[in-house]
């Protein structure tokens, strides 16, 4: 592998992080300063020279505009989540946040996992609304991760994409890694991660489709990268792709993609539970006009 990607996997940082330490100097190949682009080939002798940890993120107990909260119990919180919220704190994101806005609520949730994710056992990107859930006891917080992990949840979500993808009912399985040139985004790459979408149309308009999918994996930016290498992106989504045109006449400034249901075992009983949240303003607002000019 290349010396960025490889380190990058080998210690948990991002590409950029392991590009500046290369052009620094600071990563020794067999004695010798490696680039971030040269490779890294078995029983060589690595050396790298890692910087200083980062400061520790701190959670601030700052209201919400939006949040609203949809059930909560002695075990977890279940919240709808508005566009510009991030899940949790993290370097760099100086927005509000879920985690923040329950604290703010007056709201405890589990001490589980590290200082600035307590709780956290999914995630939505700040460009992303709908129904999230939050660990509010420690059990509750082991069952949850659990069944994310073995796949129990029922995620869903409806995207707004680009096009009318054929066929109308389908399955994406292709493996998603960072993308290999622009490590704030990702990419369908043949050594990624197994990563499987199921989707169906919805509705078609002239210029795009409304979609249900559902998640059988949940990496990064799945649904965002999966339709995109479909060449089908979300509406609005320019990171990987979208038309600026169709958004723009649209009103979306965002990747049109909401986490419509949530459904799993309640870590209190094992009985399913199901949570839903509806289209939020600028959503609605743009499947409206769709529908008019159609």
């Known amino acids: 592998m290349r010396v960025d990607a490889g380190l990058a996997k080998l210690l948990g940082l991002s590409r950029t992080t392991v590009a500046e330490l290369a052009e620094a100097g600071e990563v020794l190949v067999d004695g010798r300063v490696a680039g971030k682009s040269d490779r890294l080939v078995a ?8 910087p200083a940890p980062p400061a ?3 959670v601030l107990a700052v ?3 939006g949040l609203i909260v949809l059930h909560q119990d002695d075990d977890i919180v279940v919240v709808d989540k508005p566009v510009g919220v991030a899940a949790h704190p993290s370097p760099g994101w100086t927005g509000p946040t879920v985690i923040g806005g329950l604290a703010a609520a007056g709201i405890r949730i ?8 307590q709780g956290v056992v999914h995630r939505l990107d700040v460009g992303t609304t709908g129904v999230m859930v939050v660990a509010k006891s420690e059990h509750g917080y082991t069952e949850l991760k659990r069944a994310f992990k073995e796949r129990t949840v029922d995620k869903i979500y409806h995207a707004l994409v680009q096009g009318h993808p054929d066929p109308s009912v389908g399955t994406i399985d292709a493996p998603i890694d960072r993308h290999p040139r622009h490590d704030y985004k990702f990419a369908v790459v043949a050594s990624g991660k197994p990563s499987i979408t199921h989707y169906e149309v919805l509705e078609a308009f002239r210029a795009a489709s409304l979609v249900d999918v559902r998640l059988e994996t ?6 965002r990268v999966h339709f995109a290498a479909l060449h089908h992106p979300c509406v609005g989504d320019l990171t990987y792709g979208a038309d600026p ?4 006449r649209l009103g979306v400034t965002r990747q049109w993609l909401h986490a419509h249901t949530l459904g799993f ?8 539970v199901s949570y839903t949240s509806a289209y939020p303003a600028d959503l609605r607002s743009a499947l409206d006009l ?3 000019e159609s």
């Open 110 to 117: 589990s001490t589980s996992g590290a200082a600035e994710r």
């Open 56 to 58: 520790p993120v701190t």
């Open 265 to 272: 075992h309640h870590p209190a009983d094992g009985r399913w």
């Open 63 to 65: 209201p919400v505009d």
């Open 218 to 223: 949940g990496r990064t930016h799945q649904i």
């Open 290 to 292: 769709l529908r008019a």
């Open 43 to 50: 029983g060589a002798m690595l050396e790298v020279s890692l």
């Open 245 to 248: 045109v169709l958004a723009r």
